[in-house]
């Protein structure tokens, strides 16, 4: 049956057999059929949406003016910066966030881990691109070498073999980089292969990326892809 929490309305699994109940239940159907089944989105002037396992059902709010206090301006800022830090990343998320809460987003899990990484000093965001995290989980992290080759313009991963007798680090799981470029806020996610090879392998950057702007994070994933392990901030050496 259904429950109110404040203004907005829980619907359970099953409606009441009252009068009021069946209206109820019959507009939640009408909002999963046209919602894809999440019961997600506005009809009229209700908004339907899931919150911690519940749906909810609320009137729509007026015109809402933001709050103009600096810390509600601090965040809003430092939550744009991110948004569009996740944006440009959503390629590399899925590989290293795989074991996230169900209904999450591997962008929102970016964010989640990452809004901290944020300051604000007079309305500027800054990023601190070493505490960056693109995967999260229970395995042991590879152990890679980054060169930056300034004539190729190309970076060269030497991965260490290490492989122990442990389910976090087997020979055959997958050990990944990304590559992101801040002043262009692009990035690319390269394969380096399994955790048991030791062969050397280049990346060409793009002819605008600027060295100076590179950063690296390396992070390894089992085969199945159900684990993965949290990344690690790689410093880039020049040759």
């Known amino acids: 049956m259904s429950k109110f929490l404040g203004n907005a309305q829980v619907f359970g699994q099953n409606a009441g057999s009252s009068v009021s109940g069946?209206?109820?239940?019959?507009v939640v159907f009408f909002a999963m059929q046209t919602n894809d089944n999440k019961l997600r989105g506005a009809i009229g002037?209700?908004?339907?949406?899931k919150l911690h396992g519940d749906y909810f059902a609320r009137?729509?709010?007026?015109?809402?003016?933001?709050?103009?206090?600096?810390?509600?301006?601090?965040v809003r800022l430092k939550m744009r910066t991110?948004?569009?830090l996740a944006k440009?990343?959503?390629?590399?998320?899925?590989?290293?966030?795989?074991?996230?809460?169900?209904?999450?987003s591997s962008s929102?899990?970016?964010v989640r881990v990452n809004y901290g990484c944020c300051s604000v000093a007079d309305g500027v965001v800054s990023v601190d691109y070493e505490r960056l995290v693109f995967a999260e989980g229970s395995m042991m992290p590879p152990i890679v070498e980054v060169s930056y080759d300034e004539a190729g313009h190309a970076l060269t991963f030497t991965a260490d073999p290490v492989v122990d007798d442990i389910p976090g680090c087997l020979a055959d799981d997958e050990v990944y980089a990304v590559v992101l470029e801040t002043g262009y806020n692009q990035c690319k996610l390269v394969k380096l292969g399994m955790r048991g090879t030791s062969e050397p392998q280049q990346v060409t950057l793009h002819p605008l990326w600027n060295q100076e702007n590179v950063h690296v994070y390396v992070f390894a994933a089992n085969?199945?892809?159900?684990?993965?392990?949290?990344?690690?901030?790689?410093p880039v050496t020049t040759v």
């Open 22 to 26: 069946t209206k109820k239940m019959s």
């Open 59 to 74: 009137t729509r709010p007026g015109s809402i003016t933001p709050s103009q206090e600096e810390l509600a301006v601090n």
């Open 88 to 104: 440009a990343v959503k390629y590399a998320t899925p590989y290293g966030f795989v074991s996230r809460p169900k209904g999450e």
């Open 82 to 84: 991110m948004g569009k």
């Open 108 to 110: 929102n899990a970016f």
């Open 223 to 234: 085969a199945k892809h159900s684990d993965a392990s949290t990344s690690v901030y790689t």
């Open 45 to 49: 002037e209700k908004v339907y949406f």
